[in-house]
């Protein structure tokens, strides 16, 4: 078997959202590579993509992050459109430590052509200004890209296939670029694809099996709290991530998920989950009267192995090139892990 990249040999258990964990035996991130033994983390659950009235949704940023913190999240971005809200009045009313952070944030939110193009950045400084007439797809989100990593955040494209305006080819072509969503609530984002255009899955499939080594995030993109039961609003509560960090704390949540530590969700819990040069395992936290399928899925979305258990695992042959992680709960929630690079041909990372 080849040898892992370094970003692979990370070995991730995750749990409880309060349980110690186990150190992993290397981390590779951004800020510095070939780390060979941090601290153990701590899993938070978190949002990353919500609006307030400061941009069109329909509550105030309190009532916003009331909602998320007394539904047990760890931490809500908020990211209003080419607005950054102010988070430090907000933590002084909801944050507690350990338990719950606002993180600041913005969509940065452009128009190319008839095209809506929108990436997220997550722990910025400060405002990040869009460009003021983009003329290409590519050229804006690297714009936005750009500006997002200029103010020390994490930025992530939104929604590909909102008003159909980004494809796999283009997202291929963005630098510094880990993140994009593969599940987005809102309800016409057209998550699934059509008409001959890929579903977000497929999406990613296609950038991974084409080298291109990004990371899956589930995310709300909340905008309306006083609707609920209206299958027309974007209402909270539908995607979200489980994020492995030493801490509670911007910077930690921002560069772990930078760094592809963490599982996206839309209602399944991953009670263990570890991934090593090679085998990965996963035990899936289970509910009463559900059942699951737990899919080790490889380049261009085929079917490696297909698990019923909550505990299920797949040793690598060594030439799959990666395997992601994808838990089917029979009423349609879901989770998605983050692919695991297997041998040299896999997929990798963008240009820095
Ligand atoms: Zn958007
Ligand atoms: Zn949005």
């Known amino acids: 078997m080849r040898q892992l990249s370094p970003s692979c040999r990370r070995a991730l258990l995750a749990g409880t959202l309060v349980a110690a964990l186990v150190a992993p035996a290397a981390v590779r991130s951004r800020a510095s590579q070939d780390v060979s033994s941090p601290a153990p983390g701590r899993w938070f659950k978190g949002n990353t993509h919500t609006h307030t009235v400061n941009s069109d949704g329909d509550s105030t940023p309190d009532e916003v992050v009331r909602w998320y913190r007394e539904h047990g999240y760890n931490f809500l971005v908020l990211s209003d459109h080419n607005y ?208 699951y399928r737990v899919q080790f899925i490889g380049p261009e979305g085929r079917l490696l192995a297909e698990k019923t258990d909550a505990d299920a695992s797949y040793t690598f042959t060594g030439s799959e090139g990666y395997v992601r992680v994808k838990v089917i709960e029979s009423n349609g929630l879901m989770a998605w892990t983050q692919p695991v690079v297997v041998g040299a041909s896999g997929p990798k990372q963008s240009k820095q």
């Open 84 to 291: 950054l809200t102010p988070t430090s009045g907000l933590n002084a009313v909801h944050g507690a430590p350990d338990k719950f952070i606002v993180i600041p944030g913005e969509e940065i939110t452009m128009m190319v052509s008839t095209k809506p193009v929108h990436v997220n950045g997550v722990a910025i400084a400060s405002y990040v200004a869009p460009p003021s007439s983009p003329d290409d797809v590519v050229g804006a989100i690297q714009w936005a890209v750009d500006g997002v990593r200029r103010m020390g955040g994490v930025p992530h494209v939104n929604h590909p296939n909102f008003g159909w305006a980004v494809s796999v080819e283009q997202l291929a072509r963005v630098e510094r670029l880990s993140l994009f969503e593969i599940y987005n609530g809102h309800p016409q984002v057209n998550n699934v694809g059509g008409g001959g255009i890929p579903g977000l899955e497929e999406m990613w499939d296609g950038l991974l099996t084409g080298g291109r080594l990004l990371y899956g995030v589930a995310v709300d993109d909340a905008h309306h709290f006083k609707r609920p039961g209206d299958p027309t609003a974007s209402g909270p509560g539908r995607g979200w991530v489980y994020v492995r960090a030493q801490a509670l704390e911007p910077r930690m949540i921002s560069e772990a998920l930078d760094r592809g530590d963490f599982y996206a969700s839309t209602g399944v819990e991953l009670a263990d989950y570890t991934a090593d040069e090679k085998h990965i395992a996963l035990n899936v936290r289970t509910t009463a009267w559900s059942r």
